[in-house]
């Protein structure tokens, strides 16, 4: 049962919304366009607001799916290595030859589930990042770091402090183009159109 909700959690995290609701509306590969990243911020910069909502909102759902699936199948410990396997399948999904999206929204579903109150946290600061700088990458990468912090002080558990520095660290991993970027000027701000992948 354990080895099963894990891998369900990969498979659900390995379904695309952001491909599939982009190459159902326009026909296109959202990996071939814009920033490149199959996420709702790309897909705000190809196809608008609404689209993007819609991406954003499954996304964060396959994160609390797997998270109740683990409870459902095993408990606490079960359903925090779901929350990671959901987010590996996000960022390298199986049916989209591992190319996938950053794994924030996803992330977000996650922590939302496992620790809601932390969540709160998060997103005050995320938002507020956002709102100030325009950047939607520094949101996800100021706040990843804050979220190790917060767990390691409110659970005070090995097992909590390993799950929020695993999914803090697959955010920055697929930030770290963004970091760069960030450094030198270049990153896109939030609202910028991109015609292609750079």
């Known amino acids: 049962m ?14 695309s919304t952001a491909y599939i609701v982009v190459k159902a509306l326009k026909g296109i590969d959202i990996r071939t366009v ?10 705000k910069r190809v196809l608008g607001t609404g689209p ?8 964060i759902l396959k994160g609390i799916l797997a998270v109740y699936i683990g409870r459902w199948a095993g408990g606490e410990m079960l359903s925090l290595a779901c929350g990671v396997a959901v987010v590996v399948g996000h960022n ?10 950053k794994g924030s929204a996803t992330s ?10 932390i969540t709160i946290l998060v997103l005050i600061i995320g938002v507020g990042t956002i709102a100030v700088t ?3 990458s520094l949101g996800s990468i100021i706040v990843a770091p804050i979220y190790v912090i917060a767990m390691a002080i409110t659970y005070r558990t090995m097992r909590h402090t390993i799950f929020a520095l ?6 920055l ?5 963004n970091i760069v970027r960030l450094f030198e000027g270049r990153e896109s701000k939030l609202g910028d159109t991109i015609k292609k992948v750079k």
């Open 134 to 136: 325009k950047y939607v």
């Open 2 to 15: 354990t080895v099963l909700a894990i891998a369900l959690s990969y498979f659900i995290g390995s379904i």
């Open 34 to 43: 814009g920033s490149g990243n199959a996420g709702a911020t790309n897909v």
């Open 108 to 117: 977000l579903g996650v922590i939302l589930t496992v620790s809601p109150l």
């Open 173 to 177: 991993y697929r930030h770290r183009e």
């Open 92 to 101: 390298w999904p199986l049916f989209f030859g591992l190319k996938g999206g």
């Open 166 to 171: 695993i999914l803090a660290s697959m955010v």
């Open 52 to 59: 993007a909502i819609v991406v954003l909102a499954l996304d």
